[in-house]
């Protein structure tokens, strides 16, 4: 043996770390977070995972959930190569004990939120790990009596030590010992329980194949009921206790569920791909959803309607139980390999959510989506689709409405340059070829791709790869009465050049007929021969079709043709489509022309509030209905001097009222009656809430509920009416379920006419275990920040976006931009702004992703500058 070889094997004895470089990772693989080298890394080398999971649940939430872990994984032998490899963990490094790695104790070493397994315990093959730990009540979402958990995108790592990217699919066993009384549900199917004391030992039996964001449980005091749907059990448990609510609901929810599955199952041509569809409401859920396979988690006060319910709520329902479903082959069957692809899950869920529930009611998905994917598209915070991420735990801040809203119109419109067969075909070998894994948007593609000779590459670069929207122009030439000439024209809205590939209709207007043309914008300039030598229209509605996605001309003539006759006769008018097209021409209609407005164009606020004022009680499409409405809301709180709106608040009052009597279906006037109540500033108009409110007599044919109701005291409490405290104080006795009782009394010192109340109450939501329970905060900051509290309220503004990257780290993914637009969504002075643009400027190098946010949420009021005039 050489001399040096005895020296090394002496330093290895004696000093086993002493070659530990040689071991260790770069820091490009051990940064905080889950570096994305590290999750390539991990997936090149790891494979096969179980992990087997305890977790003790004591009565009171004051304790901590404790657990104990087993991880067992496969080190590839072809491709690791003898280093450290870091399990995550974003705890403290005391949660973590009685580590043990292939049998051998082992101290742990817990660096930027990373496990490190040393090199020297790994081996090649099977490894095990154990290990107990005090799961991070970030993830748990503990309540009195009832928790769940929540890991998407990257707080698996919160909760227990995992491999935590959406690559490393892994099965899990999971035991959970619960308070007696307790009802748990889990991701795989239970196997057995055993009362120990005052306590209950459940054991699930194993998991199907899922990444860890999609790990789930729930437990506590639920009441459970199994349904069926697709001829398979579904246990749903939940907490309402509303007796008409449950009697009008639980059969809707199971047959839209059941008419779910057996959609996708057709239109996919695969059967449900997992071995349980089981389901729970959770009282104030911070999502809609979330499609945990196995156990999927719904916001209980979305599933659970009253007689009064709207269409619109009708419809959100109905499409976030067909979302979540459609998240099982989209998004739980096939998982995105990195989260910068969590859009493609998102979209899919959307898209199939649209087909399922009415997907041919092109009015719901112009209204559904148009609207909200606009309200981020047009600001300065805009990004593509598709968003870089080069770290894990910034996953958050790649959600919004640009993947929610915008994706399903930008599918739609493929489908279409595709064919609907072509596209579902697609669809179906991508699904058959990577079930089960993972896969990413240029492996779709190429799938789709072998199904069209439309160059997607191409279409790809300008509606995934960028950001914004066309503006769309036009020259029209007469010649004798007739057009002679008709040139469409689109480029950015930023002025660049791009164009975006898309088809929609014309609608020209005549006195006695409309008729609709197909446009194919294939270049940014495109002549429309098919209106060549036809009569010269009275007005021309782009996108009549409700399919087109931009910035569309619009003009007085087209009001002055709404705004001439009754939509019935419009609807007797429309020559091609029939009578059903014209409340689709409608909707298209206040689209554009709000807009329009927005961008400072043909139409002014207060001539577009004139607009929708003057059909309130004559439209009687309710979708385009809620549509006039919310703008009406807007424009009113948003884009007009504050003297001006004052002066405008009795004439509008009295509009609303009076077309919430004059409309005969009862759901077009609740939507009148709760935009009254939005808008009243008179004391007259208050006292008639109040009345309602005391009296609970609504207005004639309005149908309220008891969460409706606790809206009118809020909106009474806004208005410091007399004895507001008083007012909620007796709507707190009023509300029975204990949950939505808990809401109110959490809420009251936001309400609070006492400014000192509402200072301490916010400047308590600093830190972030006062910020827990994220729904309610958000409602709590939205009535701080309401435009009649804003004088004693803007003093809230810095701290917000001092907060705000806080918030972000500790919060789940919508809490930061639903902060922001809690915070500043109504706001519209100068100070405001001027603070913003202040905060930007002295912040250069902020989180680009949270950037975006604040400009996102704060568009509104830099638009104000300009329109409140």
């Known amino acids: 043996m050489s001399i040096f070889r005895s020296i090394v094997l002496v330093l290895l004895l004696v000093f086993p770390g002493f070659f530990v470089g040689a071991q260790s990772l770069p820091d ?3 940064g905080p977070g889950v570096p994305y080298p590290l999750a390539l890394y991990r997936e090149k080398i790891v494979r096969d995972i179980q992990y087997e999971l305890a977790f003790h649940v004591p009565v009171r939430k004051e304790q901590p959930v404790t657990g104990e872990e087993t991880i067992r994984f496969i080190l590839d032998p072809g491709h690791y190569t003898g280093k450290d490899l870091p399990v995550d963990f974003k705890g403290d490094a005391k949660a973590i004990g009685d580590v043990r790695v292939n049998g051998q104790d082992y101290a742990g070493a817990l660096i930027n939120e990373h496990l490190i397994l040393p090199a020297r315990l790994l081996r090649t093959g099977i490894n095990t790990v154990q290990l107990r730990f005090i799961a991070g009540n970030g993830a748990l979402n503990r309540n009195n009596d009832f928790l769940y ?115 996708l199952e057709d239109y996919t041509n695969i059967r449900y791909p997992f071995r349980k569809f089981d389901f729970v409401a959770i009282p104030d859920f911070q999502f809609g959803g979330m499609e945990h396979v196995g156990a999927i988690q719904y916001k209980s006060s979305s599933l659970f309607l009253d007689s009064g319910a709207t269409r619109d709520q009708l419809n959100s329902r109905s499409n976030l139980l067909a979302h979540e479903t459609a998240h099982m082959w989209f998004g739980d069957w096939v998982t995105m390999s990195w989260f910068n692809d969590v859009w493609m899950k998102e979209v899919f869920a959307n898209f199939m959510a649209d087909k399922i529930t009415g997907y041919n009611d092109d009015l719901k998905f112009l209204t559904d989506h148009y609207p909200l994917a606009y309200a981020v598209d047009r600001t300065a915070g805009t990004h593509p689709i598709r968003q870089q ?55 779709l593609i190429r799938m789709l791709q072998e199904h069209t000779a439309i160059d997607l590459g191409a279409w790809n670069k300008v509606w995934i790869n960028g950001a914004g929207r066309p503006k769309f122009s036009y020259t029209l030439k007469l010649e004798a009465g007739r057009i002679k000439d008709f040139v469409i024209r689109e480029k950015a809205e930023d002025g660049s050049a791009r164009f975006w590939p898309q088809v929609f209709r014309i609608a020209m207007v005549y006195p006695d007929s409309v008729v609709e043309l197909p446009v194919n914008m294939n270049t940014g300039v495109v002549r429309l021969s098919a209106a060549l030598g036809k009569a010269a229209p009275k007005a021309i509605v782009f996108n009549s079709s409700g399919i087109g996605y931009g910035v569309f001309p619009a003009d007085e003539r087209v009001m002055s043709w709404v705004a001439s006759g009754t939509p019935a006769q419009q609807e007797a008018s429309v020559a091609s489509g029939g009578a059903g097209a014209a409340p689709l021409v409608r909707a298209s209609i206040y689209i554009n022309l709000y807009e329009n407005m927005l961008n400072g164009g043909v139409v002014t606020p207060r001539q577009l509030l004139a607009f929708d004022r003057s059909l309130l009680a004559r439209e009687p499409e309710e979708l385009a209905l809620n549509l006039l409405l919310d703008q009406v809301n807007s424009i009113f709180w948003r884009c007009l001097p504050t003297a001006v709106r004052d002066s405008i608040a009795p004439g ?50 309005v149908r309220l509920s008891e969460d409706d109701y606790t809206g009118l005291a809020a909106a009474l409490a806004l208005r410091t009416y007399p004895d507001s405290r008083g007012i909620l104080e007796e709507q707190v006795t009023r509300i029975q379920n204990p949950d939505r009782k808990l809401r109110l009394q959490y809420l009251l010192p936001s309400l609070s006419a006492d400014v000192n109340v509402r200072d301490s109450f916010f400047f308590s939501l600093k830190t972030a275990p006062a910020r827990r ?97």
């Open 28 to 30: 490009s693989l051990t």
């Open 652 to 701: 509008l009052e009295k509009d609303c009222w009076e077309a919430m009597e004059k409309v005969a279906g009862a759901n077009e006037k609740k939507l009148l009656f709760r935009a009254y109540t939005n808008i009243v500033l008179s004391r007259k108009g208050q006292d008639r809430l109040y009345e309602i409110w005391k009296s609970k007599q609504a207005p004639s044919g």
């Open 773 to 869: 329970k994220e729904a309610l905060v958000v409602s709590a900051v939205g009535y701080l920040q309401h435009p009649l509290r804003q004088q004693t309220s803007e003093k809230y503004l810095a701290a917000s976006l001092d907060w705000l990257a806080d918030i972000q780290r500790t919060g789940d993914v919508f809490f930061p931009l639903n902060w922001l637009q809690a915070s500043f969504g109504w706001y519209k002075s100068a100070s405001a702004a001027a603070l913003v643009r202040k905060f930007l400027a002295a912040n250069p190098g902020y989180n680009p992703k949270l950037r975006a946010k604040i400009l996102q949420a704060t568009d509104n009021l830099m638009r104000a500058q300009m329109l409140c005039k």
């Open 389 to 443: 991420l080069d770290n894990l735990q910034d996953a958050g801040s790649l959600y919004g409405n640009i993947i929610y809203q915008k994706a399903p119109i930008v599918m739609r419109q493929l489908e279409a340059l595709m064919g609907v067969d072509a596209f579902r075909d697609g669809l179906r070998g991508y699904l058959r070829l990577f079930g089960g894994g993972n896969a990413a948007w240029p492996d």
């Open 149 to 263: 958990t929540l890991l998407v995108p990257d707080r698996a790592r919160t909760l227990f030590p995992c491999f935590d990217e959406p690559g490393l699919k892994a099965v899990y066993t999971l035991s959970l010992t619960i308070p007696e009384g307790w009802k748990a549900l889990a991701n795989a199917p239970l196997r057995d329980s055993i009362r120990q004391g005052d306590s209950v030992l459940l054991h699930f039996g194993v998991s199907d194949k899922i990444s860890t964001y999609l790990f789930s449980w729930a437990a506590g005091r639920f009441e459970e009921i199994v349904g069926k749907a697709d001829d398979r059990p579904v246990h749903f448990l939940y907490r309402e206790t509303d007796s008409t609510k449950l009697r009008l609901s639980m059969d809707s929810i199971f047959r839209i569920e059941d008419q779910s599955l057996r959609f």
